[in-house]
């Protein structure tokens, strides 16, 4: 299986799961999980969230933050990945200068 996310549409979520300001996403998703090239605005955020049924794989490409994940602070930077279990509560807050680039799998478990 081959993802181009350079043939994905971008899209626009503002306040993302009652998060703060912008994300832009790519996303491919398919029966088996979602594939996500996304990109999260100075100052903006992924607002906590449960993972029901899935596993929340966070790979950072460029850019600073930090992850908030069953109420442990993780600090994000290039080369990092942050893990988020099913059943676990995260969110995600870029508090760097330039935007906040993740790769993200995200596998369905049920």
Same mark, same amino acid.
């Given at each position: 299986?081959?993802?181009?996310?350079?043939?994905?549409?971008?899209?626009?979520?503002?306040?993302?799961?009652?998060?703060?300001?912008?994300?832009?996403?790519?996303?491919?998703?398919?029966?088996? =999980?979602?594939?996500?090239? *996304?990109?999260?605005?100075?100052?903006? /955020? @992924?607002?906590?969230?449960?993972?029901? %049924?899935? $596993?929340?794989?966070?790979?950072?490409?460029?850019?600073?933050?930090?992850?908030?994940?069953?109420?442990?602070?993780?600090?994000?930077?290039? =080369?990092?990945?942050?893990? *988020?279990?099913?059943?676990?509560?995260? /969110? @995600?807050?870029?508090?760097?200068?330039? %935007?906040? $680039?993740?790769?993200?799998?995200?596998?369905?478990?049920?």
């Amino acid at each position: 299986m081959l993802v181009d996310f350079d043939s994905i549409d971008e899209v626009r979520i503002d306040g993302m799961d009652g998060g703060e300001g912008s994300v832009y996403a790519r996303m491919d998703m398919g029966p088996e =999980g979602r594939f996500i090239l *996304c990109r999260i605005a100075p100052g903006s /955020s @992924i607002g906590s969230h449960v993972q029901k %049924g899935s $596993v929340d794989i966070n790979y950072v490409v460029s850019g600073i933050g930090h992850a908030v994940c069953n109420g442990v602070t993780e600090q994000l930077k290039p =080369g990092v990945c942050h893990v *988020c279990p099913p059943g676990g509560e995260h /969110s @995600i807050i870029n508090d760097g200068d330039s %935007g906040l $680039v993740l790769f993200t799998a995200v596998r369905y478990l049920e």
